[in-house]
């Protein structure tokens, strides 16, 4: 299966369009790949006849199919293992002292994907932090798929995608078996509000956050949109707030706000001082 030029630009205008996410040249592969289950679940024998139905029908569900397939990225629990490290060891315990007198905490996981990300926070925070319970904790996990919500929301995964960086005492505790898979218990996924949200797009209210994760998503956006992002995050992060960027993400020559913490291969910024917005609960941005 070859995509060829035409239909390539054809993904690639229609994904830039509804998520502002930029397929360059040169990512063909990804789509060939993306599409595979797509043209399986719509009878489709190729990547052409895809895009002639879509032409066909510029209305219809599929569209949104296409971009719910090219917007879903490659996760898995506990990724990369050093922000959670440093979640543990410096972040969390900072904000408790902190925090202490309103025993309040607001975390927001800007781009949850199938899910591993924002309950690996969670496991993280019951395992070390038993405290929280009694704490008034406004979790929020969003992403642009309502399909990949749904699946969040139902926290089923199968024994490939357990074994990918869950430790095993923490899937015995955490999991209830089910057949062949695995469901996170309910009082993990109740903890997690899960909203649709498109970075690209209008945001939804959002309370001030203590720490903001938005980890191996702005790659796949131009400059423009990262500083338009960045933007919007400090808007809504608390002055003493921590943000949380991918391995091979940056602020650098996008908002010059943030400063990057000496925390090892943790990806975390703090906003420099007297660059944080005025402390109050700001508009939908």
Sequence with gaps: MT????????ISK???????IVLEPGKEYLVESRMRSLLQETHCPSIRELVQKMVREPNGDLKNK???AMTTNETSFFRDLHPFEAMKNVVIPDLLKKRESTRQLNLWCGASSRGQEPYSVAMML???FPQLTTWKVHYVASDISEKMLARCREGIYSQLEVNRGLPAPLLVKYFDHRA????IKDNIRKWVDFKQIN???HWPHLPRMDIVFMRNVLIYFDPPMKKIILGKIRQILKPDGYLFLGAAETTLNLDDAFQR?????????????????PSREPASV
């Design 3 to 10: 995509i060829s030029p035409g239909d390539f630009d054809y």
């Design 14 to 20: 229609l994904v830039v369009e509804r998520s502002a």
């Design 66 to 68: 296409v971009v719910d």
């Design 126 to 128: 019951l395992e070390n």
């Design 180 to 183: 062949t898979k695995w469901q």
């Design 199 to 201: 970075l690209a797009s």
């Design 261 to 277: 913490m000496d925390i090892k291969q943790s990806g975390c910024y703090r906003l420099r001082e007297g660059q944080a917005h």
